[in-house]
């Protein structure tokens, strides 16, 4: 089992910067691909930024230039440095990890209980 805890989510103004961690802790061998998602209040849940566990990163057009993904794997964390932020912004933020428990087993999926973001106008 793997346990996602999240923080550094609270209310900023238009133009502010926010800096999100998560935590993977439990029992796994490997963590593969890191993320983050959000679902603001009426929409779907959508991705954010992805990391794999080489460094390499994909980004929502809609934060591109404006957010940064970056992960430490000695620490199992992954980060998300939130610059220019707007009111569009606004969300829950939820961390996302493939890991697998043992060597020869596949990666499952697991999500942290989210953090709050909110950005005021």
């Known amino acids: 089992q793997v346990q996602l805890v999240e923080s550094g989510g609270g209310l900023v103004q238009a133009g502010g910067s926010l800096r999100l961690s998560c935590v993977a802790s439990?029992?796994?061998?490997?963590?593969?691909?890191m993320g983050w998602y959000r679902q603001a209040p009426g929409k779907q849940r959508e991705l954010v930024a992805s990391i794999t566990s080489g460094g390499s990163t994909n980004y929502a057009d809609s934060v591109k230039g404006r957010f940064t993904i970056s992960r430490d794997n000695a620490k199992n964390t992954v980060y998300l440095q939130m610059n220019s932020l707007k009111p569009q912004d606004t969300a829950v933020y939820y961390c996302?990890?493939?890991?697998?428990?043992?060597?020869?087993?596949?990666?499952?999926?697991?999500w942290g209980q989210g953090t709050q973001v909110t950005v005021s106008s």
């Open positions: 996302n990890a493939g890991a697998s428990t043992f060597a020869w087993t596949p990666p499952r999926n697991y």
């Open positions: 439990g029992s796994f061998s490997s963590i593969n691909a």
